[in-house]
Structure formats: C-alpha cells, structure tokens
C-alpha cells in the first residue's frame, strides 16, 4: 500500500477517512498519502442542465480563485497532520467520480479510503452516491468509513463467502490486513433461503477452508439470514464487528465472491469500516 488516496472536499467524513489514512501510514510505514481533491466547472452542470457550450471567462476567473482558496485550505489541511507520513494534494477540475476513477485507474494507486456520511446524514446523500461508484469500479482495495476510527480499537474482522475455491490472492490479502490490524478474522458464512445448505456442510467446508489456508487467531460462524448483504451487517452488528472484508467480482462464474452491487449495499448500511476487494482481474 505505497500510494493511499484519500478523496476529500474538506467534510467531516473526508477529515475521518484522512485521519485513518494517516493511522494505517504510520503501521504500515513507507506510504504516501494523496489528498484528492476535485472541483465542478460551473459550466458542466449548465451544459448538462441548459445543453451551453459557451464557457463565460467570468467564470474561468471564478475557477482560477477557487483552485488558489483549494490549495491554500488543503497545504493547511496537511501541516495540521500530526505525523511523519508524506501527505501530498492533488486537484482537478471535473465530475467527482469520472475524475477520482480517473485517477484510481491510471496513477497507481494500491489503496483508495473514502469517508461516507452516517446513515442519517441527508445533506451529504451524494458522498454516499459517489463511494458506491467507487467501491463498484475501483480495480485497488477500497476502504469506507463513517466515523472517526482508532486503528487500534480495530480487533475484529468479518470476513463472509461461501468458501468455494476462494482465490488465493484474496486469501493474502485477508492475511495481511489481519496482520496489519492484529485482529481476530470472524469468519461466516451467511446462510440465505435462496441458497441454504446445512450445519455440519458448513462447519466441515469452513474448517477446510482455514486449514488449507494456514489462518490463525480466528472464530467460525453461520448466520441465517434473507439475503447476504442484510446478513453481513447484521452479523457484524451482532458481534459489535469493527470491520468487514469482501471479496468482490464483476462476472459471472465466481459465486466464491460477492457481487458488486452486495458490497455496495454493506459498504452504504455497514457502521464499522468496510475494505472491498476487487478480484476480476
């Protein structure tokens, strides 16, 4: 995790996810953080809204003051970081989304963490909007969190699938944010009507699973429930989780990993943090 990028607008859920950004840094030493910052041209949303095409140097004027007042607030942001660890700011003008995936798929970035708004924030709806893109397209991991995160109050991990030939890469990455959270994996396997199969299958595949794997400091749990996405935020509930790990896939034909759409939905109604894989590579 050499590059962390950190999309922010100066919210409160931007100022947490830069906080965790800097805690996870300095344990994992020698990465550096990228505060991402886009700006909207006025312009584009008249285009999109009224179908303009004349851009008013008004305007531009207005761009070229706003970029200056970004910098100024983001070089601020960064000098009140109370830590070693390299924090850079990058800004662009454009949609939000189309620039941060942008910048996700063409710069090298290993890990993107995103703050969202608490379930009952309806002033920030779209923040919540643009992370569910993230976490759908984002090629890296992609961490989402709500509040302000202690790294070392961090001493569970759920970890759901349905132990099916789970790819070997996402097993190491399962490991090795284990190891760089020192918590205990809470393994489960969310049971569903659409897709039950009984107790002692379960407990036998898992138990597989985790010898075949060589995974220490872990629990084994079944969780009924009507579909998987409700079922993993309410075994996270439950055990009072303070994270959950996804596999995620885009294709048909890996049904050892969640759907795209799955892990929206935990990452939006989840409270603790949320780390998406993306295995269709």
Do not use: W
């Amino acid at each position: 995790m050499k590059k962390i990028l950190v999309p922010f607008d100066f919210t409160l859920p931007s100022e947490n996810a830069l906080d965790f950004a800097t805690q996870l840094a300095e344990r994992q030493g020698s990465s550096e953080i990228v505060l991402f910052h886009v700006i909207e041209h006025p312009s584009e949303s008249r285009l999109k809204i009224m179908g303009a095409t004349n851009f008013d140097p008004l305007e531009n004027i207005f761009m070229t003051k706003l970029i200056q007042q970004s910098k100024l607030k983001l070089k601020k942001v960064i000098n009140n970081v109370m830590s070693k660890v390299t924090v850079n700011f990058k800004i662009l003008i454009g949609n939000p989304y189309v620039s941060l995936a942008g910048e996700v798929a063409n710069q090298d970035v290993n890990l993107v963490i995103m703050g969202t708004p608490g379930l009952d924030d309806l002033e920030n709806l779209f923040l919540s909007s643009n992370a569910e893109k993230v976490v759908r397209s984002a090629q890296c991991p992609v961490i989402t969190i709500k509040n302000k995160i202690h790294i070392e109050k961090i001493k569970s991990i759920v970890f759901a699938s349905n132990f099916e030939n789970v790819n070997p890469r996402f097993i190491e990455r399962v490991s090795f944010v284990q190891n760089l959270m020192q918590a205990q994996l809470r393994i489960v396997k969310i049971n569903t009507p659409a897709n039950f199969t009984n107790t002692p299958y379960d407990i036998k595949q898992m138990s597989e699973f985790v010898e075949s794997n060589i995974i220490s400091n872990y629990t084994i749990d079944i969780h009924n429930f009507n579909n998987e996405e409700d079922g993993i935020v309410d075994f996270a509930n439950f055990i009072e989780a303070d994270m959950i790990m996804l596999g995620t896939h885009q294709r048909k034909g890996m049904s050892h990993f969640f759907n795209r759409s799955v892990a929206e939905d935990v990452a939006n109604n989840s409270k603790c943090p949320v780390i998406t894989v993306q295995l269709d590579e």
